[in-house]
């Protein structure tokens, strides 16, 4: 299994601490975001990364460097940000005809990524595509989905003020050989993943509901959260 780490994000709403750290390396009770993900996923059997860097991306480069994960991953510069989905599009060819993932890695996750990916192998078969989804605690701030009694999307509400629910899309996808084979065919010219491509798709989307700790640090508050969960 391959997997697509987003990591290219200027992390505005974190300020100042991201003056000088990219979003992508945050520490989490001292250790980097991607240090957590690409251990995590490693762990669960995912054997090569390509991770997408623009701000402050040659201090990304230096950590990777140091990385022990360092000669399994790629880095891809963009100079100008191509979007979460343009930069899917951009590195189709990286799956190699297989399943792969794609996630957002500014999000502290702890969910169980085998279990993740053993969801996925055993989704529905009109699904193409595993969407990790938690809980939140402010579902306003997230896209929210509302799924069957089989657990298939069936409605999504991106950052609504009042939405039917709290299960939030944790941006973390399994996504089957013949979605990435049609997004590069059907959606060339998608720039936004979540607001382009995953709408297109209600009904064909397996919801993997995790319970373990999952938090978008997107913002001072949920920084400061993640790092006093004990």
């Avoid at 360092?70 to 799956?95: C, H, M, Q, Y």
């Avoid at 055993?122 to 595993?130: D, G, I, L, Q, S």
């Avoid at 998608?190 to 938090?215: C, M, N, P, R, W």
Wanted: one cysteine or more; proline letters at 4%.
């Amino acid at each position: 299994m391959r997997a697509l780490l987003l990591a290219a994000g200027y992390g505005k709403r974190l300020r100042p601490l991201t003056n000088s750290i990219p979003k992508c390396l945050v520490p989490i009770k001292g250790r980097p975001l991607l240090e957590i993900w690409l251990e995590r996923l490693t762990e669960a059997g995912v054997n090569t990364f390509i991770i997408n860097t623009h701000y402050l991306a040659s201090t990304v480069e230096a950590f990777i460097k140091k990385s022990p994960h360092r000669d399994r991953v790629t880095l891809i510069n963009e100079p100008r940000l191509s979007g979460t989905a343009g930069t899917l599009i951009k590195n189709i060819s990286f799956f190699q005809g297989e399943d792969g993932l794609l996630i957002h890695a500014d999000n502290y996750c702890l969910a169980n990524i085998e279990e993740f990916l053993n969801s996925h192998a055993n989704r529905p078969k009109e699904c193409v595509m595993t969407m990790m989804t938690f809980r939140a605690d402010n579902p306003s701030g997230c896209g929210v989905v509302v799924v069957n009694n089989k657990s298939i999307v069936a409605r999504f509400y991106e950052k609504v003020k009042d939405p039917p629910g709290n299960l939030a899309n944790g941006a973390v996808y399994a996504l089957s050989a013949d979605l990435i084979k049609e997004i590069g065919e059907k959606h060339k010219y998608a720039k936004d993943f979540s607001t382009e491509i995953v709408g297109q798709y209600a009904g064909k989307i397996f919801s993997h509901e995790t319970l373990e700790t999952f938090i978008d640090i997107g913002t001072i508050e949920a920084y400061e959260k993640a790092n006093a969960l004990t």
